[in-house]
Structure formats: structure tokens, C-alpha cells
């Protein structure tokens, strides 16, 4: 099955300073890969999502890059911000047909102002 | 997201008790799923459902069960066959069709008393 792996673990930076957190994926079938944002004791929200047609997606200040070939993608917070403070998930689809989606361990990013 | 409802927001279990969680949705969407979230852990998925009466088991299903009678509903039961119950858990609804993002509830944070 699926297996992603997420780094670094956790992240300190300066604000206004670019965050970049990193995935790997195993499954050569994935085609979906999701970024989600979970504040403390929140739900995950959806930031920024790329399909596998793709290789770069730009939302404001955030964006994704996927490498099919290495079979990793990338998130890149530019100018961050101290709201920008929260744990960071990827996740890629796995399996045809009906495509579940396989999270990572997350990322705790801190902005100190 | 708005049209997910979990409840209880938070849930107390005796030992040897069943607990069941609720989540409704109101996003006409067909995929629903359960994950489980430990402390600095990432999201596993515990059951999901594609269509109503019908569901499949998830990486972590032991100890849990299911039913999904009504397109908007997918209550997990949570047995007392589960012996590490502690955890904070996500309801979560997809379209059906293609990969698509997953929408979060509010989640429901379960302890043993």
C-alpha cells in the first residue's frame, strides 16, 4: 500500500522568513495529493491541493510542487506569518478506482514574530 | 466545514462500555470516512463508506464498527473491544467522483474515565 512520509517534524522560523515542508509517497498510482492545515484541538483544513497533471500550483503566499519521477511533493510558505503557526499535513491518494487518501506524520511550523 | 456536524464534541467511556460518535453531513456527498488522530500523530483511517449500505474497513478497524443506513449519516461505534480508545476523532465527507479533497468535521475528542 501507500506510505508517505513527511519532514522535517517540526519547524521554527522567523517571520517573514519561507517555510518549506517535504513529502515522499511510495505508491506510483498516485495521482491526488492534498495539503492540509490543522490548528491546535481544530479540524484539518484543506490549503492547497495538486493533481498529478500538474507540476506547480500557486495560492497567494503558498504553493505546491510535485515530482512524479522522484515521487515527492513540496509545500513553500513564502512571508510567513505568525497565524501561519499551526501543524501542516500532506497526503497522496492511493489505490484505482476508489481512491483513499494516506496521511502524513505532520509538521508542527512555528512563525515567531 | 459547515455542513459536517460531530457529536458529541466530547465523549467520556466506562470500561466496558460501547460509545457511538455521530456525524451528519449535509453536503450531498457519497464517500464518508472515520479517522482516528493520536497526540503528534497524523490522521489514520479506521472505515469508509462509498455509497449508503455499504462500507469497508480502514487500516485501524479493530475494535470499531460501522453503519451507514442514510446518505447523510455514518455513525462509528467505538466497542469495548478497543482497548486504547483515547484519541481525537474525524469525520470526514469526499465526492465520489475522481480524487477529490476530503472535507473535516469538527471531530470528537473521546476519554477514558
Known amino acids: 500500500g501507500e506510505n508517505v512520509e513527511q519532514h522535517p517534524s517540526t519547524l521554527s522560523v522567523q517571520e517573514g522568513d519561507s517555510a518549506v515542508i517535504k513529502c515522499t509517497y511510495s505508491d506510483s498510482a498516485s495521482n491526488y495529493f492534498p495539503w492540509y492545515k490543522q490548528e491546535l484541538g481544530k479540524r484539518p483544513q484543506l490549503i492547497i491541493d495538486i493533481r498529478s497533471n500538474v507540476g506547480e500550483k500557486k495560492d497567494q503566499r503558498i504553493a505546491v510542487t510535485l515530482n512524479k519521477t522522484a515521487k515527492h511533493f513540496s509545500l513553500h510558505i513564502t512571508e510567513t506569518q505568525p497565524e501561519d503557526s499551526a501543524v501542516y499535513f500532506c497526503a497522496a491518494t492511493q489505490g484505482t478506482g476508489f481512491q483513499k487518501l494516506v496521511f502524513g506524520t505532520g509538521t508542527r511550523l512555528l512563525v515567531s514574530p | 466545514d459547515g455542513g459536517i456536524t460531530q457529536s458529541p464534541k466530547y465523549l467520556f467511556r466506562k470500561e466496558g462500555q460501547n460509545v457511538t460518535l455521530s456525524c451528519e453531513q449535509n453536503l450531498n456527498h457519497d464517500a464518508m470516512y472515520w479517522y482516528r488522530q493520536d497526540p503528534g500523530q497524523g490522521l489514520r483511517l479506521i472505515y469508509y463508506s462509498q455509497i449508503v449500505n455499504d462500507f469497508q474497513k480502514g487500516d485501524i478497524a479493530e475494535g470499531y464498527s460501522v453503519s451507514r443506513e442514510k446518505k447523510e449519516s455514518f455513525p462509528l461505534t467505538v466497542t469495548s473491544a478497543q482497548k486504547n480508545p483515547t484519541a481525537f476523532y474525524l469525520c470526514?465527507?469526499?465526492?465520489?467522483?475522481?480524487?477529490?479533497?476530503?472535507?473535516f468535521g469538527d471531530g470528537t475528542r473521546l476519554s477514558i474515565l
Open positions: 470526514a465527507t469526499s465526492s465520489r467522483q475522481g480524487p477529490q479533497p476530503q472535507h
